[in-house]
């Protein structure tokens, strides 16, 4: 059973349009969530976070949108450049016993084109 | 280069024999983290450590897996008697303390043959 699902597995984007790169949960006790990036050959690397106390967290081109209700989040990057081309987490964790236990979904590829 | 390391990156080895891996972590961290991620799948938890204590271990990490942190700086995953299915990226992360943000290093990529 996905915990954490991101159905997409792949997303083509045009140099300067904005992606869109969606996550649903289904664990209503996750109030933690980060998007990783990951080249190939190369561990995933931090990009962003955002609490569950908030519905939003920006940084520079790329943006969290959390809904809880729907138990939604999705990173929006505008606007979007060749180097993004990567493979997009997003991971999920309560926080428990006071650490970050993350549940990862499967990754989105994103291409985008010069 | 500050970042976590692992050793080796790649390790082919035959079904039956063991394996070992080692980890480095951001040298302030006292929190590691060990995780497996199979092809088409995300990473999984197996384990972590607070210092040198080992404090939660996966379903995943079956008797065959063992990991430490005997100094309470780097750590080794053994995978005993190894098995095809143990074929994946297995990934060490850092933070530090209660941290959300977790930095992962390259990954160990173990093929069993």
């Known amino acids: 059973d996905q915990q954490v699902k991101q159905n997409s597995p792949s997303l083509s984007v045009q140099e300067g349009r904005i992606s869109i790169l969606n996550c649903d949960y289904t664990?209503?006790?996750?109030?933690?969530f980060l998007w990783y990036k990951k080249y190939p050959a190369e561990g995933p690397t931090f990009l962003i976070s955002?609490?569950?106390?908030?519905d939003k967290n920006e940084d520079g081109r790329f943006t969290v949108f959390l809904n809880k209700s729907a138990k939604h989040l999705s990173l929006h990057i505008v606007p979007s450049q060749p180097g993004d081309s990567a493979v997009y987490f997003c991971a999920a964790s309560p926080v428990t016993s006071g650490t970050y236990k993350y549940i990862f979904g499967t990754g989105t590829r994103l291409k985008v084109l010069a | 280069d500050t970042g976590v390391s692992q050793d080796p990156r790649h390790k082919i080895t035959k079904r039956g024999q063991n394996v070992t891996f080692r980890c480095d972590p951001i040298?302030?961290?006292?929190?590691l983290y060990w995780y497996r991620q199979t092809l088409g799948q995300g990473p999984e938890f197996l384990t972590y450590f607070q210092n040198e204590a080992q404090l939660e271990k996966s379903r995943l990490l079956s008797d065959r897996f063992s990991a430490e942190r005997p100094k309470g700086s780097f750590s080794t995953l053994e995978i005993q008697r190894t098995e095809q299915g143990d074929s994946a990226m297995y990934l060490c992360?850092?933070?530090?303390?209660?941290?959300?943000?977790?930095?992962f290093g390259s990954g160990t990529q173990l093929s069993v043959l």
């Open positions: 040298s302030e961290h006292n929190r």
């Open positions: 992360a850092s933070s530090l303390g209660v941290s959300e943000k977790l930095f």
């Open positions: 664990n209503s006790m996750f109030d933690y």
């Open positions: 955002i609490s569950s106390i908030k």
